[in-house]
């Protein structure tokens, strides 16, 4: 990447480029974003965010461009949102979010519109929703969840609901699950997961369950994964990961197994990554990447490859990426991004490239 960078979003855009958003690095929070064309495997700085932010979400929307909604910076946690139009490469600000939020999640719904839960800002946590409608580029409140949360996770699924799983309040690691439903606007709890967990990764398979690894409990951190079934909302544990992580990534591809790389845990971060394959629900090893890193990006690209892009380690920021390849089940290194950046976003655009952006 042209910047070193942490805690950014990278999302694949629909002309197949990526779309690399925000973060941060050793020079402050960032505003600049840039993409990955996959065609040259090259990246170009693009237009940037009106607000530099960290933390922040990045969706797809139906219309090709991307939301971004909140986040932090030095001054304050963000209610602000802005999306960016792939045709002509700059930003416009949409209507604002009702509250300021960040460690929150965004999940574009089947109607189109964004539904944006939970996170912290400066009052604490939060349990408050919100929904985005681009057709009026406007924010309306929805039902709150039973509990306030943040660093969990949010899955659209099949049947068109929203399941949020675990994270994190004052009070403790949470088990507890909810399901949005977007025709009546309502939330209700479900059964609990198995274990309690903060900073793990959920992924909806092709057979439409949710698999929901790692992350780090009052225990440490865990290697453990579970599956949720929505035709019985019951969770079923499934085989360990071969190592304990958290602020890992995890990536469904093509060939329907999972991929987690990297993450953090018992005082290192990683290089390791596996694969999960749903049919003998067990774990592989495969090959491990070049620099240890969390709070990177996993993007499954047009052509099947995932890039994996900036976060950090003990050395400081990062900007250089590589490639897993499913076939060969192996890791390539390319040119870096240009700078270093953590806490950032990457989009895959619909013409192919990829869109990386400040915090």
Known sequence: MNYPRTQHTA?????????????????????SAELYDPSTGTWLN?????SKRMQHTASILT??????????????FLSSAEWYDPSTETWINTGSMNTKRAWHTASVLTNGKVLVTGGRNIDGFLSSAELYDLSTGTWLNTGSMNTE????????????????????????????IELY?????????????????????????????????????????????????????????????????????????????????????????????????????????????????????ASVLANGKVLVAGGENLGGFLSSVQFYNPTTETW????????????????????????VTDE
């Open 332 to 355: 390539i290194s390319i040119d870096s991004i240009k700078s270093q950046r953590v806490e950032h976003t990457a989009s895959v655009l619909t013409n192919g490239n990829a869109l």
């Open 149 to 176: 949360r943040a660093w969990h996770t949010a899955s659209v699924l099949t049947n068109g609901k929203v399941l949020v799983t675990g994270g994190h309040n004052d009070d403790n690691i949470l088990s507890s």
């Open 181 to 297: 439903n977007p025709s009546s606007g309502t939330w209700t709890t479900t059964n609990n997961m198995n274990s309690r967990r903060v900073l793990h990764a959920a992924s909806v398979l092709s057979n439409g369950k949710v698999l929901v690894t790692g992350g780090e409990n009052t225990d440490g951190y865990q290697r453990s994964a579970e599956l949720y079934d929505p035709s019985t909302e019951t969770w079923l544990n499934v085989g360990s990961m071969n190592s304990k992580r958290a602020w890992h990534t995890a990536s469904v591809l093509a060939n329907g197994k999972v991929l987690v790389s990297c993450g953090y845990s018992n005082d290192d971060f990683l290089t390791s990554t596996e694969l999960y394959d749903p049919s003998t629900g067990t774990w592989t090893t495969t090959g491990s990447m070049n620099s240890k890193r969390v709070q990177h990006t």
């Open 63 to 76: 219309n090709g461009s991307v939301l971004v909604t909140g986040g932090r910076n030095i001054n304050a």
């Open 46 to 50: 693009t237009g940037s965010m009106t």
């Open 11 to 31: 999302t694949l855009l629909t002309n197949g480029k990526m779309l690399v958003t925000g973060g941060r690095n050793i020079d402050g929070f960032l505003s």
